[in-house]
């Protein structure tokens, strides 16, 4: 990391560039058009291209000093988190609501430093109940409340 | 004059039905407690909220969502005053004073301050709105695409001209947003663009699933880095009124901050944050004598609270009027007004005046809620304070989650918030605000219509945007403002080098 002495800008515009590509990959089946008639690849490539270009100028920026600090990466909150939604979306449908709300919030509970079991397992099924008070009887969301195998009802 | 008083006589019999009562109550507590928490801003929690707005009428649902935002600028400085900490990005000045003023036993008047100068600069910017919004709206009407064209560029560049940090991330964030905006069936052509033969992304990208993972996901996940760090006040708040004297030292504050808020409300980008900052510069500039300035300045309080209000009110002007949001709650808002099918821009004032003025009078109606609820009730928000957050924070993911899934019915929309969660937090440690990424996904469709419509009527050439004096106009502001901002980014950053290799 000698040469890329601010990381934050580098990685940026990689990231964005990426974008753009991506963009400009993914319109190329779009009709163009002209500008007088526009198709749907028009605008989508002008996007693509001022992504990649800007992008590569924030990325070189990249290979210049810095008084910036360098960020430093913490995947593990996040993941945790992000994985205790995904187990629901995974489950929601099949377990219910209840036992759904309170896997989640067990999950992420977990990303915290002062994870407890008995707290987050007991604050789940509080959330879990609440949760279908609001939303299945409040808002009548079509979300089963207990787990499909056991009821029979989709 | 007849007219505005018709228009606000109709407002305010909107606003006082016991549902719309009912809901501006519901959003003044719930955004005055999301300002109080600290660890979730009004964005994350206006579209958490969202769905279940989906049943209510139109004009109900944006009642509720605007309680949220201005009563999250009331919350906020209760905790910046009390505690010493901003529950939101616009009462980070409030602390400066506030603390200093509750140290030293004054956090009765400091409260009380500020809930009046609110109260005064939520009634001063509603009238600003009744009568600046319908000739506004006019001029909008006389628009044709160019026009729409450049004023939609002119509020990206001022956003981004307003945006912390980087001006080039905050370009590229904004060309993202607009490259995600226009994700779906093609309107003129029926082409599904970037859709991936996935049935949900037809659609577009989910508006709520996208601002909750961007905001709030990637706001949790950044917040479990930081160990928390509470001193609470211990000593009880002195009774909740102010002398006469405190009284005549901070009224031409709360007329200044008014003045300003409502000024810089109005501005694309602008908004409370950006009042809220200026109002105390001015204050401080302006004092016989400055030094007292975070030593606890009544004024360091009464300018920037009233300030904050007056633009977290007028930022609905360029919304309401010309369709067009000037930041990332307004951006939300748009979204809503879409969800409800009502087509954003200068017709609503006359298609839908109910909504309309209803919305503006509740707006008052909301602060005069908020200042007689809240003064007796800061005692239960300060204890709020103590419920820790690895208790909070399962809470907002759950309802988040729910409420992704609830906008159709469908888990695909969590699976967006999951992606764009990933995708916030990347921004934040990169340094990219992701702010201007909604106003970009809001005006993307709207950008790419007017530019097509616009090139049309010219036969494709593109010099209609130049030759309109109108459009002109605005494109030449905006160039301006683009140089403005520029150029002291490259001096700053030629003194970083420059101090590099002297040292």
Not at chain 2, 389 to 398: E, K
Request: glycine letters at 10%.
């Amino acid at each position: 990391m000698h040469l890329i002495r601010n990381p934050k800008d580098f990685l940026s515009g990689l990231l964005f560039m990426a974008f753009g590509l991506a963009a400009l990959v993914l319109s190329g089946e779009y009709a163009i058009g002209v500008a007088a008639r526009m198709g749907p690849g028009y605008f989508p490539r002008v996007l693509g291209i001022l992504l990649l270009g800007l992008g590569a100028i924030l990325a070189l920026g990249g290979f210049r000093a810095t008084t910036e600090e360098q960020p430093v990466w913490h995947w593990k909150p996040l993941f945790i988190i992000l994985l205790s939604v995904g187990v629901f979306i995974l489950l929601g449908e099949r377990l219910g609501l209840v036992l759904a709300s309170t896997i989640l919030v067990f999950i992420s509970s977990l990303a915290s430093d002062e994870f407890s079991w008995k707290e987050a397992l007991i604050s789940g099924l509080i959330q879990g109940a609440v949760a279908v008070v609001v939303f299945v009887y409040g808002l009548s969301m079509p979300l089963p409340v207990w787990p499909v195998f056991i009821t029979g009802i989709q | 004059m007849m007219d505005l008083y018709h228009n606000l006589a109709l407002g305010f019999s909107v606003a006082i039905t016991p549902i719309n009562l009912l809901y501006a109550f519901i959003g003044s507590v719930v955004g005055t407690l999301i300002g109080v928490l600290p660890g979730i801003g009004p964005v994350a929690t206006i579209a958490m909220l969202m769905p279940t707005t989906y049943g209510l009428p139109p004009v109900t649902a944006l009642i509720m969502l605007a309680g949220i935002y201005y009563g999250a600028s009331y919350g906020g400085s209760t905790t910046a005053i009390l505690v010493n900490l901003p529950g939101e990005m616009s009462s980070v000045v409030t602390v400066l004073d506030g603390y200093q003023m509750a140290r030293q036993g004054r956090a009765g008047a400091a409260l009380c301050i500020a809930a009046l100068g609110s109260l005064f600069a939520g009634c001063v910017s509603t009238m600003v709105i009744a009568a600046f919004a319908p000739p506004l709206a006019d001029v909008a009407l006389s628009f044709d695409a160019a026009e729409y064209f450049s004023l939609m560029v002119l509020g990206l560049v001022s956003a981004i001209a307003l945006a912390h940090g980087s001006v080039l991330k905050a370009v590229l964030v904004t060309i993202l947003g607009l490259l995600l905006g226009i994700v779906g069936t093609d309107v003129n052509t029926g082409t599904a663009r970037f859709s991936f033969e996935v049935p949900e992304l037809i659609d577009g990208i989910g508006f709520v699933a996208m601002t909750m993972g961007l905001f709030a996901f990637a706001e949790i996940a950044g917040n479990l880095e930081q160990t928390e760090d509470r001193n609470l006040l211990s000593q009880p708040i002195s009774r909740l009124w102010i002398t006469w004297a405190e009284f005549k030292e901070a009224f031409p504050a709360v007329l200044r901050g008014t003045a300003v808020g409502s000024l810089l409300g109005i501005l694309p980008g602008g908004g409370a944050t950006l009042s809220s900052f200026a109002s105390y510069t001015i204050e401080k500039r302006i004092a016989k004598d400055p030094s007292r300035f975070g030593k606890g300045a009544i004024e360091g309080v009464a300018g920037p609270e009233s300030a904050n209000n007056a633009g977290a009110q007028t930022s609905f002007i360029p919304m309401l009027t010309l369709g067009i949001p000037s930041n990332a709650v307004m951006a939300l808002m748009v979204g809503a007004l879409i969800i409800h099918d009502i087509q954003p821009g200068p017709q609503v004032m006359t298609s839908n005046p109910d909504l309309f003025w209803g919305l503006i009078a509740s707006m008052w109606v909301g602060n005069l809620m908020l200042v007689i609820l809240n003064l007796p009730l800061i005692g239960i928000w300060v204890k709020l304070l103590r419920v820790p957050y690895r208790l909070l924070y399962p809470m907002i993911l759950l309802v988040c989650t729910i409420g992704a899934y609830s906008t159709n019915n469908n888990m695909f929309d969590v699976w967006v918030a999951i992606a764009f969660g990933f995708l916030g937090y990347v921004f934040v440690k990169l340094g990219c605000e992701p702010a201007p990424l909604l106003l970009g996904y809001i005006l993307g469709p709207m950008l790419e219509e007017n530019l097509r419509r616009a090139l049309v009527l010219s036969r494709g050439d593109f010099t209609v945007f130049v030759t309109r004096p109108l459009s002109l106009t605005m494109l030449v502001i905006a160039a301006a403002l683009l140089v403005v901002i520029v150029a002291p980014a490259i001096r700053k950053k030629r003194e970083i080098v420059f101090t590099e290799q002297e040292s």
